[in-house]
């Protein structure tokens, strides 16, 4: 569709669709170039909400399964303790967030192997990442259910522009500000190959057999044409987010006036700007593609994106990008304070504020998915006359050995904490009573008894008493307070039968001592 159109009817109108058959030199240009989906099929096929089977299509590829990995246990995600494991980090993540993350990295991998410039892809692949965030938010505003499969369009509309350039970078490459302000990209596109993005797009899913309608999306993502009684949800995420500038490509004014128009027809009432809504796509963006080390941050094109046309646009983008690197440091430093605050000095594990609001945020996350969970109640026994015989740095010494012992003898994705004196708590989601009470016996049998050296000689060996609960099905009435006292129950259940005891209760329940 023109951008005259736009601007007077932001949401109606009528345009021809284009013809398969159009650019036939070029979409052979594109078969010898033999690009392949990679993982991107696999995953993209894979339902939003089958956590098994999202799990599956990673595990066929162990790069992106990596990637997934990488993002999982960044601070975007707020993971304490290391996951290696994929099926745990879907569930964490939720099977829909994850999914998302593998398409958008293998729509990177994809944009690597098409050989361009590995600037260029990385550019390329921001740039479709926004736009999926963005149409999934736009999507989200108008139809919940239909997010995930917004988020699909505008993250791969753009999926021909590698080929393209691939084929002609040098034309990609000579563009200039000019050119682009006054005809968008896809038109200069034809005029240049016969064809432009979105056919050799519909050209790519089709060689790949994704199914017809995301092939006629993907076709029509710049023509695409609503009526407010007839536009699907996803259908005007993929469109609002088809006018977001490529890269390189500048934010003309027509196509802010037409964003602004529909932002008043359809997205008002949730979004307060379209400004707005855009930076919220970027932020989200932002968070996967900066929580992977294997993928390079390129703020200057970024700002160059949403920038308005200016004599002196290089100065702004370098100040863009100085101002990015100051909020970045201020970032790290909040950070770093935010991990002091909930960390125990001595031990370097959750102190009890760490623990109690991070297993909020697990247990909430067991409510949403249904997930088992389970809390554990470690108690040194004799601690006190430790203490009293070899003096507190000793009980110091103690206590950051059994945090140590305790840490690697459990799940990496496990949350541990020291909640005062010498009392330590695990929590665990996903996890039975079964499933629990064999890694609390695999606890007690490497750490009971260990050896530890003093000073001076001196020996002492560990001792603990043990006590968990678990909950099959937390609500939202479950708290991890109660839980955590329940535990601590059973756990005095224990230590009163003997030292070294592990009892075990139902949330709520009878005890069950083993």
């Known amino acids: ?91 964490h993540m939720g099977a829909g967030r994850a999914r998302s993350i593998a398409m958008a990295f293998g729509l990177h991998m994809l944009a690597d192997d098409a050989g361009i410039d590995p600037q260029a892809a990385h550019r390329l692949w921001v740039n479709s990442l926004e736009k999926a965030h963005l149409a999934k938010l736009v999507a989200q505003a108008a139809d919940p259910k239909q997010a995930h499969t917004a988020y699909t369009l505008g993250l791969i509309q753009d999926v021909g522009l590698s080929a393209l350039w691939a084929i002609d970078p040098q034309f990609y490459q000579g563009l200039n500000a000019a050119q682009l302000t006054s005809e968008p990209l896809h038109q200069l596109e034809q005029k240049h190959f016969g064809a432009d993005h979105a056919v050799v797009g519909n050209h790519l899913l089709d060689k790949w057999n994704a199914s017809p309608l995301l092939c006629e999306q993907v076709l029509g993502h710049h023509q695409l044409v609503l009526t407010q009684t007839d536009a699907s949800a996803a259908d005007l995420g993929n469109l609002i987010a088809g006018m977001l500038p490529h890269d390189g490509e500048p934010m003309t004014p027509d196509r802010m006036e037409w964003l602004d128009a529909a932002h008043g027809q359809f997205l008002a009432s949730a979004h307060d700007s379209i400004e707005g809504l855009i930076q919220a796509a970027i932020q989200a963006a932002r968070d996967i593609h900066g929580s992977a080390p294997s993928v390079r941050i390129d703020a200057a094109a970024r700002a160059k994106m949403l920038g308005e046309i200016d004599n002196d646009t290089a100065g702004m983008v370098r100040k863009l990008c100085e101002m990015e690197s100051l909020l970045t440091q201020k970032h790290e430093q909040v950070s770093a304070l935010k991990f002091e605050a909930m960390t125990d000095p001595l031990t370097q594990i959750l102190n009890r504020r760490g623990f109690n609001q991070l297993g909020e945020r697990r247990l909430r996350t067991a409510v949403e998915r249904g997930l088992p969970i389970c809390a554990i109640m470690i108690d040194l026994d004799g601690f006190k006359q430790v ?17 140590k012992l305790l840490r690697g003898n459990i799940d990496s994705s496990d949350l541990i904490g020291r909640l005062g004196g010498d009392e330590f708590a695990i929590l665990q989601i996903n996890v039975n009573q079964e499933i629990s009470k064999r890694i609390v016996k695999r606890v007690a049998d490497a750490c009971q008894g260990q050896t530890i050296q003093l000073d001076a000689g001196k020996t002492t060996a560990i001792s603990f008493s043990i006590g968990a609960t678990t909950c099959d099905k937390p609500t939202s009435k479950t708290l991890i307070a109660d839980m955590l006292s329940a535990a601590d129950e059973a756990m005095y259940t224990s230590k009163r039968a003997g030292q070294g005891g592990i009892t075990f209760t139902h949330f709520p329940g009878q005890k069950n001592a083993c």
Request: glycine share 10%; no cysteine.
């Open 1 to 91: 569709m023109g951008t005259e159109d736009h601007t007077k009817h932001p949401i109606s109108g009528a345009n021809p669709g284009q013809s398969r058959s159009q650019g036939d030199s070029v979409l052979k240009k594109v078969g010898r170039l033999n690009i392949q989906p990679g993982p991107l099929m696999a995953i993209l096929e894979a339902p939003a909400d089958d956590p098994d089977k999202v799990t599956h299509a990673l595990e066929q590829s162990p790069a992106l399964g990596a990637r997934v990995l990488s993002v999982t246990n960044s601070a975007a995600i707020g993971v304490v303790g290391e996951i290696n494991d994929i099926h745990r980090a879907v569930l």
């Open 387 to 403: 203490n009293d015989t070899f003096g507190h740095d000793a009980g110091d010494l103690i206590l950051t050995e059994v945090a």
